[in-house]
């Protein structure tokens, strides 16, 4: 098994080179996850299609949603490959690498745990900062022009902020300085994480209905429709920073209601 995934890598990417691999094959890596990802949910909002799952009644207009999109190409050229190519000597560096053999999934489980913990605690604090008076007026307010959300609006930010909160997510891979592979499948997951978070649909199968400490797309809804203040729901992905910190108790006053409420109408 593992001779025929070493095959298989060696046969994709044996014609190109570390960097390229690091740069030109990761951006497209992100642009596809991303846009294939959070395409169904601006389709859905477009079309009124699972509106029972929709979290806000209101939505987009289609002018609204390809702004959104024509941004994001602008600044995903401009502004993320940029980044990855400056990044790549310091990865280098740090030990990254896409040579044979490929490291063992416990490796590459590991890994991509630990990035996942400490992306939501740096993100936390960053994204706190972002919603102090100064940094929210002239940076972060772009990302809540969509009080709103859908899946593409995750990653709509001003390029300050991509730069400032994008550590978070090079940070783990960083340190550790992995296999190209692992750094694919971080890269992929997070842009599924982020994107569903932001969806602004919660449905039956959303993942956190069955992930522990996992946020999902009702506890950050919630931080894009409240004023900014009192938003709160600062983490990216888990729930538990926000609880320790005492940032998420207006949410959690607002769903105690909405159930109340809820059950109140059976």
Same mark, same amino acid.
């Given at each position: 098994?593992?001779?025929?995934?070493?095959?298989?890598?060696?046969?994709?990417?044996?014609?190109?080179?570390?960097?390229?691999?690091?740069?030109?094959?990761?951006?497209?890596?992100?642009?596809?996850?991303?846009?294939?990802?959070?395409?169904?949910?601006?389709?859905?909002?477009?079309?009124?299609?699972?509106?029972?799952?929709?979290?806000?009644?209101?939505?987009?207009?289609?002018?609204?949603?390809?702004?959104?999109? !024509?941004? /994001?190409?602008?600044?995903? +050229?401009? *502004?993320?490959?940029?980044?990855?190519? &400056?990044?790549?000597?310091? $990865?280098? #560096?740090?030990?990254?690498?896409?040579? !044979?053999? /490929?490291?063992?999934?416990? +490796?590459? *489980?590991?890994?991509?745990?630990?990035? &996942?913990?400490?992306?939501? $605690?740096? #993100?936390?604090?960053?994204?706190?900062? !972002?919603?102090?008076?100064?940094?929210?007026?002239? *940076?972060?307010?772009?990302?809540?022009?969509?009080?709103?959300?859908?899946?593409?609006?995750?990653?709509?930010?001003?390029?300050?902020?991509?730069?400032?909160?994008?550590?978070?997510?090079?940070?783990?891979?960083?340190?550790?300085?992995?296999?190209?592979?692992?750094?694919?499948?971080?890269?992929?997951?997070?842009?599924?994480?982020?994107?569903?978070?932001?969806?602004?649909?919660?449905?039956?199968?959303?993942?956190?209905?069955?992930?522990?400490?996992?946020?999902?797309?009702?506890?950050?809804?919630?931080?894009?429709?409240?004023?900014?203040?009192?938003?709160?729901?600062?983490?990216?992905?888990?729930?538990?920073?926000?609880?320790?910190?005492?940032?998420?108790?207006?949410?959690?006053?607002?769903?105690?209601?909405?159930?109340?409420?809820?059950?109140?109408?059976?």
């Amino acid at each position: 098994m593992a001779s025929a995934l070493d095959s298989a890598w060696q046969a994709v990417t044996g014609n190109l080179s570390e960097f390229q691999l690091a740069t030109v094959v990761t951006f497209l890596i992100h642009e596809t996850a991303f846009f294939l990802s959070g395409l169904p949910s601006l389709l859905f909002e477009r079309f009124g299609l699972f509106a029972k799952y929709k979290i806000q009644k209101k939505s987009n207009t289609s002018a609204y949603q390809m702004r959104c999109v !024509l941004r /994001l190409i602008l600044y995903h +050229v401009c *502004v993320n490959l940029p980044i990855m190519i &400056f990044s790549y000597p310091a $990865f280098k #560096f740090m030990g990254l690498r896409s040579t !044979l053999p /490929l490291p063992h999934w416990t +490796v590459v *489980v590991s890994q991509v745990v630990f990035y &996942f913990v400490l992306e939501d $605690f740096i #993100f936390y604090w960053g994204h706190r900062a !972002l919603h102090t008076k100064w940094l929210y007026k002239h *940076v972060h307010s772009v990302h809540h022009e969509y009080a709103t959300p859908f899946g593409l609006a995750s990653e709509y930010a001003h390029p300050a902020e991509i730069l400032f909160l994008g550590f978070a997510t090079v940070a783990g891979p960083a340190i550790t300085g992995p296999h190209m592979l692992t750094l694919w499948i971080w890269i992929v997951l997070r842009v599924v994480e982020t994107v569903e978070a932001h969806s602004g649909y919660h449905f039956p199968w959303s993942p956190s209905n069955f992930l522990p400490l996992y946020g999902g797309s009702e506890f950050h809804d919630y931080h894009h429709r409240v004023l900014y203040t009192k938003s709160g729901n600062y983490a990216s992905t888990f729930v538990y920073m926000d609880w320790l910190f005492g940032t998420d108790k207006d949410y959690r006053k607002a769903k105690a209601i909405e159930e109340k409420e809820g059950k109140k109408k059976l």
